[in-house]
């Protein structure tokens, strides 16, 4: 199956800092990435679409100015979490999409937990 | 009402027993039909899916899906304490995915 690697695997910061998840897929091209948060326990909520070459597309109730998300290329897409907060903390996993034909497959990468100080 | 209803559990059974997991949806549009399995602090990872309604099978998993009745099925035969993970139920239409909120199984040796 295709692979997404995902970086940093845990990251810990302050409260107020920003911190940069990096998303990228490394056998297939990406014309499309998935960024989810998941809460303990809890199913995956997805938070953007990411679109390579255009502004992502946020879900309702998420802060796009809070969770800055930049497609650059076809195999990589980051989140940015700015001035993260306790609240902030969590799981967070991208996943990239592969087309074939008409068949829509997402492959997830490994996660990164995120803990806020 | 949820796209996609799953329940929780948790799931505990012991080792060698059939697993039955179990979706609905309530989307007629829905195309594909997949199985992802989410070990502790992992990302989830596909295991199965399907198209239409019928059985697909994959050594000791069988996906299920019932279009008449909006139900998707998963079936573990002889369980391993290795099958223990969160195991999600997701359709999609289109690149729009819809996930369930995960089964927690633990398969007790």
């Known amino acids: 199956g295709a692979v997404v690697s995902q970086h940093p695997s845990r990251v810990i910061c302050k409260s107020g800092t920003s911190v940069k998840i990096e998303c990228r897929s490394l056998?297939?091209?990406?014309?499309?990435m998935f960024w989810y948060r998941q809460f303990p326990k809890k199913s995956l909520m997805l938070m953007a679409t990411s679109n390579e070459g255009s502004k992502a597309t946020y879900e309702q109730g998420v802060e796009k100015d809070k969770f800055l998300i930049n497609h650059a290329s076809l195999t990589l897409s980051t989140l940015t979490v700015t001035s993260a907060h306790p609240e902030d903390s969590s799981f967070y996993i991208c996943?990239?999409?592969?087309?074939?034909?008409?068949?829509?497959?997402?492959?997830f990468g490994p996660g990164t937990r995120l803990t806020v100080t | 009402q949820k796209e996609v209803e799953q329940d929780p559990g948790p799931l505990s059974v012991p080792e060698g027993a059939i697993v039955s997991l179990n979706c609905t949806y309530s989307n007629s549009a829905f195309q594909y039909f997949m199985w992802y399995r989410q070990y502790s602090r992992k990302g989830p990872e596909l295991l199965m899916y399907t198209y239409s309604s019928g059985n697909k099978e994959d050594g000791r998993f069988t996906a299920q899906v019932d279009k008449s009745s909006k139900y998707i099925s998963l079936f573990i035969r002889d369980s391993q304490p290795s099958d223990s993970a969160t195991y999600l139920c997701a359709s999609n239409t289109g690149n729009q995915f819809y996930f369930g909120t995960g089964t927690s199984l633990t398969v007790i040796p």
């Open positions: 056998d297939f091209q990406a014309t499309t």
């Open positions: 996943s990239a999409e592969s087309s074939r034909g008409r068949r829509y497959e997402q492959y």
